[in-house]
């Protein structure tokens, strides 16, 4: 069997000092003690240590590509933070490497190999839905690259991070439908451990009680997406006390609502309000045209590369953890009543 080659990681553990700090002593840094120095290169040396010769190439020729790691390029949402992004990005002079998770966690773990043995100067990255692991992001943090989390963002990891104000939007939007007359909002959520799903969620249910109305758990599933919300809205429209509107986690799935609302004969937004979340383009092409939570894609993809650039400019071992927020808009059009 092949001997696994040691790696920066192995040897900081096997010294009790950072990563960073062993990245530093194989570069010679004059930040860095001569004992420090010394004790790495001997530990180098007796443990056969060999750099990766991808990554040194990069660094000696002064790499300028930032890795970025999405769920999805299809989806408005990420394709809007995508240009964000590579405009901020081409403004510096630097490229971006995209690797697409496809919402799985394998695909994702080996996106975070795939940057790290380029040696990418950067990464950006959006967790996929799937992911309950984050090893590997700390791995690219372990290995002295600066990363900043937008929109799915991992706690656990300490690193900066930039998110859309899902709490504020879901509550304004949900209060907006109450204040127009309706008492039974349905939620179409995603998975629970997903930050934004819960921030979304509490959203809604503080809006509700708000208000003085009950939440209910018989309207409040697990929906995120077109085809699921054609499969679960009928459903709650057979209940004994069907909705009167519905709150869905994104665009897609509230098209999907709307399109089964209408055929079965229930009038949009007389009947039944409906909202979305992402302000997409498809609010304004289905009929009638969708209200929706602007999340201001296009400005979270440009701050989280100016996040990361000024992490990958002014390097420090001080650096402070960076939390952006950005605010939300209701777009009200069509599938819910006005405010009388």
């Known amino acids: 069997m092949k001997k696994r080659q040691i790696t920066i990681k192995d040897i900081a553990n096997a010294l009790n000092i950072s990563p960073s700090t062993v990245s530093r002593s194989l570069a010679d840094h004059p930040d860095i003690s001569l004992i420090t120095k010394e004790r790495v290169i001997e530990f180098t040396k007796v443990h056969g240590y060999k750099p990766n010769v991808l990554a040194s190439s990069l660094r000696t020729s002064n790499s300028k590509t930032i890795g970025v790691i999405i769920p999805q390029i299809v989806h408005y949402f990420f394709s809007s933070v995508l240009t964000g992004i590579e405009d901020e990005a081409e403004k510096a ?22 940057l790290l043995e380029t040696r ?14 984050y090893e ?6 372990d290995n002295d690259i600066p990363m900043v989390f937008f929109d799915r963002i991992c706690t656990g990891i ?9 709490y504020a939007g879901s509550h ?3 209060d907006y439908m109450v204040k127009t ?7 179409f959520g995603t998975l629970s451990h997903l930050p934004i799903n819960n921030n979304r969620r509490m959203g809604y249910e503080d809006a509700l009680r708000r208000n003085g109305l009950p939440v209910d758990p018989v309207l409040m599933r697990v929906c995120d997406n077109y085809t699921d919300a054609l499969a679960l809205t009928p459903q709650l429209l057979a209940l004994p006390e069907p909705p009167d509107a519905f709150f869905a986690v994104n665009d897609e799935t509230a098209v999907g609502i709307l399109n089964v609302v209408k055929s079965l004969g229930y009038k949009v937004p007389d009947q039944v309000s409906i909202c979305g979340f992402t302000n997409s ?8 045209m969708l209200t929706s939570v602007d999340q201001h894609s296009y400005e979270l993809g440009a701050t989280a590369m100016q996040l990361l650039l000024d992490k990958i400019t002014t390097p420090s071992d001080n650096h402070q953890l960076a939390s952006r927020v950005i605010k939300t808009q209701l777009v009200v059009r069509n599938t819910t009543r006005p405010l009388s």
């Open 93 to 114: 002079g630097y490229k971006i490497f995209i690797c697409q998770s496809n919402e799985i966690y394998e695909k994702e773990v080996k996106a975070v190999q795939a």
């Open 120 to 133: 990418v100067c950067g990464v950006l990255a959006s967790v996929a839905k799937t992911s309950a692991r």
């Open 136 to 141: 590997h992001f700390q791995d690219l943090i």
């Open 158 to 166: 300490l690193t900066d991070r930039i998110v859309v104000d899902d």
């Open 172 to 174: 304004n939007a949900v």
């Open 181 to 187: 007359g309706c008492r039974r909002i349905a939620f």
């Open 281 to 288: 383009v498809l609010s304004e092409y289905c009929d009638p």
